[in-house]
Nanobody, 123 residues
Framework: QVQLVESGGGLVQAGASLRLSCAASGRTFSSIVMGWFRQAPGKEREFVAAIWRSGSSTYYADSLKGRFTISRDNAKNTVYLQMNSLKPEDTAVYYC????????????????WGQGTQVTVSS
């Protein structure tokens, strides 16, 4: 069982940066693939980024490459999402997800989810 708790969301102006954190419970953190997804009002949940168990490989939604960076600290059981040059269209609830062997961009393949953290970007 893996429990996930996100933090770091908030209200910012366009062009600002935010760093989201997701703390995971359990002793298996280094064995799990971590992902970030987001869901805007009235829209489906979409893939943002994912990072492999050791952190050796990262994956991004094409539209977010260059602005968002995913990283992890296995010693702290934490995954991060650094978001730069934020735009109003980045406004969404951001979810952390975990699984041992997911298809990284497919939300339905992750078994464990956090409660989400709201990011609001004003213009």
């Amino acid at each position: 069982q893996v429990q996930l708790v996100e933090s770091g969301g908030g209200l910012v102006q366009a062009g600002a940066s935010l760093r989201l954190s997701c703390a995971a419970s359990g002793r298996t953190f280094s064995s799990i693939v971590m992902g970030w997804f987001r869901q805007a009002p009235g829209k489906e949940r979409e893939f943002v980024a994912a990072i492999w168990r050791s952190g050796s490989s990262t994956y991004y939604a094409d539209s977010l490459k260059g602005r968002f960076t995913i990283s992890r600290d296995n010693a702290k059981n934490t995954v991060y999402l650094q978001m730069n040059s934020l735009k109003p269209e980045d406004t969404a609830v951001y979810y952390c997800a975990a699984d041992f062997a997911p298809v990284v961009s497919k939300s339905e393949s992750y078994d464990y989810w956090g409660q989400g953290t709201q990011v609001t970007v004003s213009s």
